[in-house]
């Protein structure tokens, strides 16, 4: 009879390898549910304020004017916690050459007293709304 070492024997997966995998299955998902719906709620502004910036550039809207359209349109949007004067700087308050620089933060809690902060920023100008 032949005898085996404990390594040889051994087969399918320790219950700690479980245990570990499943944490970090936990973890994973955990992150994705705090930084998902921030990127998506991102994409969504980013693109609404696009075209509210084209449709004001083709008006020849002022600064003023452009503000209030893009609060008219998140509040049709159900985004009644951002304000158009929280997120843009203008980089052009030319008007009809309107242009902004978008820049903000978004904190979801994490687990306990951790939480992950989500910081957006980008420029939108005539050239990237096309």
Do not use: C, W
């Not at 030319?94 to 007293?113: C, E």
Request: aromatic share 6%.
């Amino acid at each position: 009879m032949q005898q085996l070492s404990g390594l040889a024997t051994q087969r399918g997966a320790s219950v700690t390898s479980i245990v570990l995998t499943i944490i970090l299955l936990g973890v994973a998902i955990k992150l994705m549910i705090a930084i998902i719906p921030a990127q998506i709620g991102d994409y969504q502004l980013t693109k609404t304020l696009s075209s509210q910036l084209r449709e004001a550039n083709n008006n020849n809207e002022t600064t003023k004017q452009f503000i209030e359209r893009v609060d008219k349109q998140l509040s049709i949007n159900a985004d009644y916690d951002t304000k158009a004067e929280d997120v843009i700087i203008f980089t052009d308050k030319k008007a009809g050459q309107l242009a902004i620089h978008k820049q903000y933060a978004v904190t979801n809690n994490f687990f306990g007293n951790v939480d992950i902060l989500n910081r957006f920023e980008g420029d939108i100008d005539m050239a990237t709304t096309k």
